[in-house]
């Protein structure tokens, strides 16, 4: 299956170092070589780069480890394809609008009989089982919250309502941001990481690339990694339970209080 990896702030912060090791699996360490993609928020606006060749091989993957391109919120994957072919439309993560911002989703799983109908606002553009979950998610919290935005809260609950609805269908670990917040649902495989005060150096697992944050940050810093499977060998990366889902704010998975 594919691989995940999410970054969410408190401040702007290049992913540099994490998409170095996480593009390696996409061809060189592991087989995830059917495509990548990643999206960064900044403001109001979405850096949105895809590409149909493995991360490995990708001329653009290799911008995007030189370039520290600064944001809150990243949604990055890299695909080993079950539905669809290789092709640009089918590379995650997917961006739509809804509410007046860009919404940005990426999957790793497959879903089995999951042909749920669609009303038009939201179609998907190539044949994955993922572009179509999101547009029937999205379909679904238009239905639901109508032309206005809900509190955080309420959406939180509706997504929650959501994805397990859809993980019945099959493996659905996903992430889901609208440049505020990023949310991560886990079926099998998803980890996270917080850095914070004090930084200290951290070492990729598949490249020989060390760097010390203390040297990079502030004391004011935080830093959360969501990752499928764990990027470093010297961070303690803590494990969703299966059927979780997590909601980062400002570097930090939080709790909203459900009214």
């Not at 940005?104 to 994955?128: C, I, M, Q, S, Y």
């Not at 980890?191 to 914070?196: A, D, E, M, N, S």
């Not at 961070?235 to 339970?241: M, Q, R, S, V």
Request: hydrophobic letters at 40%; a negative charge.
């Amino acid at each position: 299956m594919c691989q995940l990896l999410g970054m969410n702030c408190n401040v702007p912060t290049d992913i540099v170092f994490s998409f170095t090791g996480f593009a390696t699996r996409g061809g060189r360490t592991d087989n995830h070589n059917d495509g990548w993609g990643i999206a960064f928020f900044e403001g109001a606006g979405v850096r949105h780069f895809v590409d149909y060749q493995a991360a490995t091989a990708s001329p653009i993957a290799a911008l995007i480890k030189q370039c520290p391109i600064k944001s809150k919120n990243v949604i990055a994957h890299i695909r080993k394809a079950t539905q669809g072919r290789v092709a640009l439309e089918n590379c995650h993560p997917f961006v739509r609008e809804m509410w007046g911002r860009y919404w940005v989703f990426a999957h790793n799983g497959d879903l089995k009989e999951f042909r749920p109908v669609l009303d038009g606002a939201f179609r998907p553009v190539g044949t994955t089982d993922s572009e179509l979950a999101f547009c029937y998610l999205l379909q679904r919290l238009r239905s639901r919250f109508g032309d206005t935005m809900p509190a955080l809260p309420e959406l939180t609950l509706a997504v929650r309502e959501l994805t397990t609805e859809i993980a019945a269908h099959g493996v659905f670990n996903m992430m889901l941001s609208d440049g505020s917040a990023l949310f991560a649902h886990c079926s099998t495989n998803l980890h996270y990481l917080v850095r914070q005060h004090p930084f200290a150096e951290a070492r990729l697992s598949d490249e020989d690339v060390i760097v010390d944050f203390s040297q990079v940050t502030t004391p004011r810093d935080k830093v959360a990694i969501i990752v499928t499977a764990p990027l470093t060998t010297n961070e303690t990366w803590l494990p969703f339970e299966a059927g979780e889902m997590k909601v980062f704010i400002d570097g930090e998975p939080i709790s909203p209080a459900l009214s």
